[in-house]
């Protein structure tokens, strides 16, 4: 479970990137979290996964601290980057190895997984070449496999079907059902509001660092769609 309570931050003293930001996201659940481009969506992944400190308020990820405990909320999580900055010198698999040595993932756990996840998203033949050699689409199919090949409880992506051949935006979306069913939590940001729609059970909507409005889906979006309803209340 993710617990965002209060949280601000500002930059250079003036800007408000947000502004006492409160929500949770459920285990088992998919949670959406969209706005327009510099309305905070960035500025609150980046601070939930310990990458970006803020001002004030905290973020409990399992009942840890973010800022307290930052090392035991980063055992319980993945987190996929809309732009992944891999280690290019290193080949595809020995990235995804490095990954899971950092969470202690056993060999038969890791074996296993990346086979499965390798195989899903058709890189099986790719995974000794470089990565400065992968396509952005390639290096997000790699990173998606580190991040799911430790088993993580809370997944974590910005944009996560942005330069993706449709089969694997397909396969994406099933593994996020499937890791749900299994009690996971899921937090991504999107600007596919059509995909978000028939796929998250919650969203908040985020505007000039403020959250205004937070929800189920037909919370949200009622007789209208989800794109509809985001235009409204984004105006």
């Not at 285990?27 to 803020?54: C, W």
């Not at 079907?161 to 939590?185: C, H, R, Y």
């Amino acid at each position: 479970m993710i617990e965002i309570k209060n949280v601000s931050k500002t930059y250079n003293g003036t800007k408000k990137a947000l502004n006492n930001v409160s929500f949770d996201v459920k285990d088992g659940e998919i949670f959406a979290f969209i706005g327009h481009n510099g309305a905070g969506k960035t500025t609150m992944i980046k601070s939930l996964v310990g990458i970006l400190d803020f001002d004030s308020g905290d973020i409990l990820i399992n009942n840890k601290s973010i800022k307290e405990n930052p090392i035991g909320c980063k055992k319980e999580m993945a987190y996929v980057a809309d732009n992944p900055d891999l280690y290019e010198n290193m080949t595809a698999i020995d990235f995804i190895n490095f990954i899971c040595d950092m969470y202690d993932t056993s060999y038969e756990v890791r074996k296993e997984n990346i086979l499965k996840y390798a195989k899903m998203f058709e890189i099986e033949d790719k995974l000794k070449s470089d990565i400065s050699s992968f396509s952005h689409g390639m290096k997000q199919k790699t990173a998606l496999i580190a991040a799911l090949s430790h088993n993580p409880k809370v997944l974590i992506m910005d944009e996560p079907f942005v330069g993706l051949d449709p089969k694997a935006v397909f396969d994406i979306k099933q593994i996020m059902k499937q890791m749900t069913k299994e009690g996971k939590t899921i937090f991504f940001s999107t600007h596919i509001l059509d995909v978000a729609e028939k796929l998250c059970d919650r969203v908040a909507i985020i505007k000039n660092g403020n959250i205004v409005k937070v929800g189920s889906m037909n919370e949200i979006k009622g007789d209208t769609s989800l794109e509809n309803a985001f235009l409204e209340l984004g105006e």
